[in-house]
């Protein structure tokens, strides 16, 4: 049936009855929504109900690898995590790197599905056919590195790979993740869904080979992106030398690396402490993705004061941003050992971030004190108290528990108008763009499924000046609903759904992503696909994702930005004066649904559009018209 | 950009008013011009294409290769030219004209966040 890449299986895994089941993989839902976060948004969708509490039995994790993944294409040992996001109530959807996702394939499945809740602490064990369901009651407690070498040993295989919770997960956060080796998937809090399942890991080891349905197509498919990365400007010249951090030096000239909770960007502007420079002497080494050539990710070490010798895969620039300029710490060694801190408890570096950065404007507007901080002096550029913070609120002590569901939650509890310094969508923390300089990344924060998540619809026209489809103004309004929803369809269908490694995409494959996601679907799974059916895959993705959400009650009035954001304009560097103001958001929110075919009231999917993209099923839920 | 041709002069400061324009770079190119940000005088009706004909006599060989194809005048195709924050193509190209407080960035390709 399947001709090479999938495996045709998925594994549905009860931690109720502990019970597991291989079924198949149908078709035509390979060949509608390709993998990964396709595969997750199609099974949230008909498994998990309207009003499903996201911290509850019902509620259910899709770990799904993409078609590629365990091949040798490269970079695409990626895997999408899905599941009703306990800190949106939304989609929750997010991806991970490192070997994890290409063992789950070569263990033998497209996807595993969790479902109920253990009544103790588990952890999964998968070999190939085999699983099993062992106790972890000793692992619960255990921060995450600890925790998967304690798996590998108890396990008597150290080529284990493993994905876990830490401390915060166990501890329902919102802002928890699930970290495999040094890698997470961070955002939206499905660590706390894990723990609300008292699922410590899952631990798998595959030993099977994927078929290629085509050597000769693949030959050629492969070829021409290894071509295309090797004329890329930056990929090997800078990227796999420097990764993401010099993003920071980029977002400071545009006048959009976020500061001080989004009041002082274009203000604070820390290069020289944590940009490019200041990481490169503390870089010891570096890691790869299975079957990466690239390996953009760094090891750095911390040199000096209390945190010399800490060791992090990292920082990354969005962590730059939210453990940096956002809570305008410019020491580069606390920001080391706060990321390393954040990995090792199982939390999301940007919401911790920014959540850090929130408390800190609130205290600095004395809304909170320190008879609420237990004496933490949550000034801006306070590394020690932002380390503290960090530890408090993944066990959830003092302030910490008030803070450890993120910025909307924390607000709901401190009142006091803080609402006001909250910054998130759909209660989502903003990521490291200060969008008030860069409109078509600001509308993707407004509209994307997963709240503001910069890798839904990355606007790289805006960031980096890529000419495709076309250039475009960062400053300007018009045109910027056509566009983001490009960026939605094409990084959803091409990055997204064959959990492809969205730097490809950004540096290299831009020009011809559709096309090379064509061709090697065609190659690796022998089913045949134009670009125009890969594009179509995003945009049905886009789509069914707006259907759940709408379901769970979101309205066009979700599809905002924080009102600093609207009425604030930046008061210095190179985005000076540029805001989003409520008029210019409407004005390409009346593009972006005039564009995607939907209602511009309500936001609902017009039956015509779901009917063209096989989503007929969903008219009548959602009341399509 | 990538097609405009660029005369060779410099910046003639006799004569007219002088206004004053910063020059901003990162990475490669602030290693190159020794510093990320510095303030330049030039003559009042300056273009883009004059300051960068002025900067390439100045640092030479050196800036050259970093902002122009081999054995052309012709701007690399990935880099970006800036004037207040604004990408030049979205002004008027290297004709744009330089006001006195000006903010003018040149940013060499990278990404990744």
Redesign the interface.
């Known amino acids: 049936m399947y001709k090479g890449g999938y495996t045709g299986k998925i594994l549905r895994i009860n931690l109720t009855n502990q019970t597991a089941k291989k079924e198949k993989l149908p078709l035509n839902i390979a060949k509608d929504f390709i993998g990964g976060a396709g595969f997750g948004v199609k099974y949230l969708y008909d498994e998990v109900k309207a009003g499903t509490d996201p911290l509850g039995p019902e509620n259910k994790l899709f770990f799904a690898p993409g078609p590629f993944s365990g091949t040798a294409v490269p970079c695409a040992s990626r895997i999408a995590v899905t599941g009703k996001s306990p800190l949106t109530n939304a989609v929750g959807m997010c991806l991970s790197g490192g070997f994890f996702p290409a063992e789950l394939k070569l263990a033998g499945y497209d996807m595993l599905i969790i479902e109920g809740k253990a009544e103790k602490p588990i952890y999964i064990w998968i070999k190939d056919g085999e699983v099993r369901f062992r106790d972890a009651g000793k692992l619960w407690g255990t921060q995450t590195s600890d925790c998967q070498q304690i798996i590998r040993d108890d396990l008597h295989d150290q080529n284990v790979r493993v994905a876990c919770i830490g401390p915060a997960g166990e501890r329902l956060s919102k802002i928890a993740c699930i970290i495999n080796e040094r890698r997470a998937a961070g955002r939206k809090g499905l660590g706390a869904v894990m723990g609300a399942k008292n699922l410590k890991a899952i631990a798998v080891r595959g030993s099977g080979t994927l078929d290629i349905a085509s050597p000769e197509k693949f030959k050629s498919a492969r070829a021409a992106m290894l071509k295309a990365m090797k004329e890329s400007?930056?990929l090997y010249p800078?990227?796999s030398k420097?990764?993401?951090p010099?993003?920071v030096?980029?977002?400071?000239?545009?006048?959009i690396f976020p500061a001080k909770n989004w009041s002082a960007t274009g203000a604070f502007t820390p290069?020289d402490q944590i940009?490019?420079e200041a990481l490169e002497s503390r870089r010891i080494g570096k890691e790869h993705c299975a079957d990466c050539p690239v390996g953009?990710s760094q090891l750095r070490l911390a040199q000096a004061g209390p945190y010399a010798g800490i060791l992090t895969e990292g920082p990354?620039?969005?962590t730059l941003y939210s453990l940096g300029g956002e809570t305008g710490v410019d020491n580069m060694d606390s920001i080391i050992a706060a990321d390393r801190l954040c990995d090792e408890l199982g939390v999301d570096t940007i919401s911790a971030g920014v959540t850090v950065g929130f408390a800190m404007e609130l205290f600095e507007k004395g809304i909170l004190t320190t008879a609420d901080t237990g004496g933490l002096e949550l000034k801006f550029g306070n590394h020690q108290a932002m380390i503290s913070l960090i530890r408090l609120m993944a066990f959830r002590e003092g302030i910490g528990d008030v803070l450890a569901d993120g910025v909307k939650a924390a607000a709901a509890r401190i009142g006091k108008g803080s609402e006001k310094y909250a910054l998130h969508v759909k209660g989502l923390e903003l990521p490291?763009?200060d969008v008030r300089?860069a409109k078509a990344h600001g509308l993707s924060y407004a509209t994307s499924y997963t709240g503001a998540d910069?890798n839904r619809g990355?606007a790289?026209q805006e960031?980096?000046?890529?000419p495709v489809p076309y250039?475009v103004?960062?400053?300007?309004i018009e045109g910027k609903g056509k566009l983001t929803v490009w960026n939605q369809d094409v990084r959803t269908a091409t990055c997204d759904c064959p959990t492809m490694c969205v730097?490809l995409l950004?540096?290299a494959m831009a020009p011809r992503a559709t096309e090379s996601t064509a061709a090697f679907m065609e190659a690796v799974t022998g089913l045949a696909f134009t670009p125009e059916e890969v594009t179509r895959v995003g945009e049905r993705v886009n789509n069914l994702a707006r259907a759940f959400n709408l379901r769970e009650g979101f309205k066009r009035a979700d599809d905002t930005l924080p009102e600093r954001l609207m009425t604030e304009p930046l008061q210095s560097?190179?985005?000076?004066g540029q805001l989003i103001s409520r008029k210019d958001l409407d004005a390409m929110l009346d593009e972006y649904y005039t564009v995607r075919e939907w209602d511009a009231n309500t936001g609902i999917p017009s039956k015509k559009k779901l009917k063209e993209l096989n989503l007929d099923y969903v008219c009548n839920e959602i009341g399509a018209k | 950009m990538s097609a405009t041709k660029l005369a060779r002069s410099s910046i003639r400061l006799s004569g007219k008013a002088v206004i004053k324009v910063k020059i901003?770079?990162?990475?490669t190119l602030k290693q190159i011009l020794g510093q990320?940000e510095f303030e330049v005088s030039i003559q009042e009706g300056s273009t883009v294409k004059t300051l960068l004909s002025w900067m390439i006599q100045t640092w030479g060989d050196k800036l050259s290769p970093h902002l122009f194809q081999p054995e052309s005048d012709r701007v690399l195709p990935?880099i970006?030219l800036?004037v207040?924050?604004?990408?030049i193509?979205?002004l008027n190209g290297v004709d744009t004209v330089l006001h006195d407080g000006d903010?003018f960035?040149i940013?060499p390709?990278?990404?990744?966040?």
Do not use: W
């Open positions: 400007p930056v800078h990227f420097e990764g993401t010099s993003n030096d980029n977002t400071c000239a545009l006048g290069v940009g490019v953009c990354e620039f969005e490291g763009y300089g910069h990355y790289f960031i980096f000046g890529v250039a103004d960062r400053f300007a730097f950004d540096m560097g190179a985005s000076k | 901003y770079t990162i990475l990320r990935h970006r800036l207040n924050g604004r990408d193509q979205f903010e960035s940013l390709i990278l990404t990744g966040g």
